[in-house]
């Protein structure tokens, strides 16, 4: 039951930290915009739609390089906020390099831009951050026996039975 438990919590998570990556994506790549003070108001909905479209692209890219990382900090109880920075600043990395194409006979990247490769990578510490402070504090926790309930106290000297 606590496994059941663990999975929705952990699902949770996820959701939570693939929308804060989704918020760093979509601000940090429109920055540029957001500086021009020519500009003037910028419409509501079209930023909502905007981190709508970042929130389902982050999560749907990085659902199976996070799956993994959650699969070994659960299986190894690694509790630790810097393992969990350091796995998301991974995943992240592999979500921008899964878009880029790679050359099979020069062994490279073709067509990195470093800024974007910075950015994602900054996002996915935030994800593995805001990961940890839902679900990542607690990892491997569903596994611990539950504690033993207390004896309730004893009766009155001078009572009787129950009957």
Known sequence: MALIGRLFVVLFAFLFACLAAGVIVVGAVLY???SDLG???IDQGAINVVLGFGFIFISGFALLPA???VLITEAFYVRSVLAYAVGGAIVGCACYLGLVPFDPETMRFD??????LEIMTGA???AGLVYWMIAGRTAGAW???PKP???????????RPHR
Do not use: D, K, Y
């Not at 067509?111 to 974007?116: D, K, L």
């Open 111 to 116: 067509g990195i831009i470093r800024r974007h």
């Open 143 to 145: 596994r611990e026996p």
């Open 32 to 34: 540029p915009e957001f």
């Open 67 to 69: 799956l993994i990382v």
């Open 149 to 159: 309930s207390r004896p309730p106290p004893p009766l009155p000297a001078h009572s």
């Open 39 to 41: 500009a003037g108001p």
């Open 124 to 126: 996915g510490i935030v």
